[in-house]
């Protein structure tokens, strides 16, 4: 069993959740590599040194470049802001090392693509942070498609919806600027991503994207509050992904309903250790949605907990995550989603805002 030298650069809300991960992933599935939390690098030394002495990290820096040239720093995972991600990530390829990078991939689809061009030249393990996806029930619901529970689908309806900007009173912040940090860049990516997960390719793309309140304390937001997207599906089902940081009430929407020809799939993250099954079978009279409780038989519950609908959490996602990246790692060969996934959603989104400013269908350009 070896270790390995883990750079973090970023501290706040992901840092932290990064920093548990690779402090707890060792116990919780037993890998091969045991993470080492060797630097941390923020914005300055002092907040540095804070988020040192708070996550145990052995050293810390205000320069993220101190970090990716340290030899004692062997992985890098990215967790700072997005129009951060490309610099970092092609300095960590170009000194020969591992990168997690938190999503989205970068502040434009030119930055992801260049992303990816690095990861693919050093041919070294790449991933990205898409850690909603990787709960037991998701997981679970991927197996259930694979296996056709449901049929052939023919339709999909997913919800990324949270309200931390339904009050017209909040406050101007760093999200209510720039395209990149607008909903579109912000809570589309998950649910784009679990849609691809799920449902395969989309060829094309129909989408609205809107401000819901235009100025905040008097100051102008320039960027997206919500949007809708109708999509098809490369195997031909039809499909609608709904984003909006303004929806009163909801708190952690990322939802999806799926239909198929012999049954239907329902899952909201808000009751995450949850799936509910509905099979087209037996008398009309007894038909009904199953609700199953995630439990030791589900994809990556048992090592968290052996009760069956004790549950998992947020945090369990990251670490789920850190266990991929670690396995990656020792084996040499990068685990989904990478950079390239994360290249793929920054795509649909790109065509997205293409189809909203034409008012038509767009199509997916596809390498």
């Known amino acids: 069993m070896g270790n390995i030298g883990i750079g973090l650069v970023g501290g706040g809300y992901m840092g932290k959740a990064h920093a548990v991960a690779m402090a707890s992933v060792g116990a919780v599935f037993n890998t091969a590599l045991r993470p080492r939390l060797e630097m941390i690098a923020a914005s300055s030394d002092a907040s540095a040194e804070r988020y040192r002495e708070a996550f145990g990290f052995a050293r810390a820096t205000g320069d993220w470049r101190t970090l990716v040239a340290d030899p004692k720093v062997e ?7 997005q129009e951060t991600h490309r610099d970092i990530a092609e300095a960590a390829f170009s000194a020969g090392k591992p990168v ?46 694979e296996e056709g529970a449901i049929g052939d689908v023919t339709w999909f309806r997913g919800e990324h919806t949270e309200d931390f900007l339904a009050d017209p009173n909040e406050p101007a912040n760093w999200r209510t600027t720039g395209r990149a940090n607008g909903c579109m860049g912000d809570l589309a990516p998950h649910m784009i991503n679990c849609a691809l997960a799920l449902m395969g390719p989309m060829a094309a793309v129909f989408a609205s994207i809107e401000t819901v309140h235009a100025t905040r304390g008097g100051v102008k937001v320039d960027n997206d509050d919500h949007a809708q997207m109708m999509v098809r599906f490369a195997n031909g089902a039809m499909g609608h992904l709904y984003f909006s940081r303004t929806a009163t009430g909801r708190k952690m929407g990322y939802a999806y309903e799926i239909h198929g020809t012999k049954g239907s799939i329902r899952f909201d993250q808000e009751d995450q250790n949850a799936v509910h099954l509905y099979r087209a079978e037996g008398p009309e009279a007894t038909r009904g949605f199953v609700k199953i409780l995630t439990g030791p038989e589900h994809p990556d519950y048992l090592p968290f907990c052996q009760g069956p609908g004790h549950g998992t959490g947020y945090q369990d996602q990251i670490i789920i995550e850190a266990r991929d990246f670690l396995r990656a790692i020792e084996t040499g060969t990068s685990i989904w989603p990478t950079f390239r996934d994360g290249l793929d ?17 767009a199509s997916i350009p596809q390498d």
Request: with cysteine; hydrophobic share 55%; aromatic share 10%.
């Open 75 to 81: 992985a890098i995972v990215i967790a700072s802001p």
């Open 345 to 361: 959603v920054s795509r649909i989104i790109d065509t997205a805002f293409v189809a909203a400013e034409t008012g038509g269908w």
């Open 100 to 145: 997690f990078c938190e999503k989205p991939l970068g502040a434009s689809f030119e930055d992801a693509s260049a992303m990816v061009a690095a990861a693919e030249a050093a041919n070294l393990p790449n991933m990205i942070g898409f850690n909603y996806v990787r709960t037991p029930a998701t997981q679970f619901v991927r197996k259930l498609l």
